[in-house]
Nanobody, 115 residues
Framework: QVQLVESGGGLVQPGGSLRLSCAAS????????MAWYRQAPGKQRDLVAV???????DYADSVKGRFTISRDNAKNTVYLQMNSLRPEDTAVYYC?????????WGQGTQVTVSS
């Protein structure tokens, strides 16, 4: 069983930055594809960024150039650095781990971008 715990969310003004962290328990982290999703009120959960076990990354078009996903396998942690935040980035952000056919989710962390 894998447990994912997100942290780092909060309230930030437009143009500001936040860094989300997701700490994973268990021994599968280094072999897992890790990702961040987000879900705004009344909307579906969408993929924001993904990083493979080898460090290859991909991003949703809406966040390219502003967000950076990274991982530290020694700390079993994945990060999401978010810069130039916009009101439309407001959502609950979820950490996700995928290994073979198994998916694991964190509890989510709220990010609110507002002046």
């Amino acid at each position: 069983q894998v447990q994912l715990v997100e942290s780092g969310g909060g309230l930030v003004q437009p143009g500001g930055s936040l860094r989300l962290s997701c700490a994973a328990s268990g021994s599968i982290f280094s072999r897992s594809v890790m990702a961040w999703y987000r879900q705004a009120p009344g909307k579906q959960r969408d993929l924001v960024a993904v990083i493979s076990s080898g460090g290859i990354t991909d991003y949703a078009d809406s966040v390219k150039g502003r967000f950076t996903i990274s991982r530290d396998n020694a700390k079993n942690t994945v990060y999401l650095q978010m810069n130039s935040l916009r009101p439309e980035d407001t959502a609950v952000y979820y950490c996700n781990a995928k290994l073979n056919a198994a998916f694991y989710w964190g509890q989510g962390t709220q990010v609110t971008v507002s002046s």
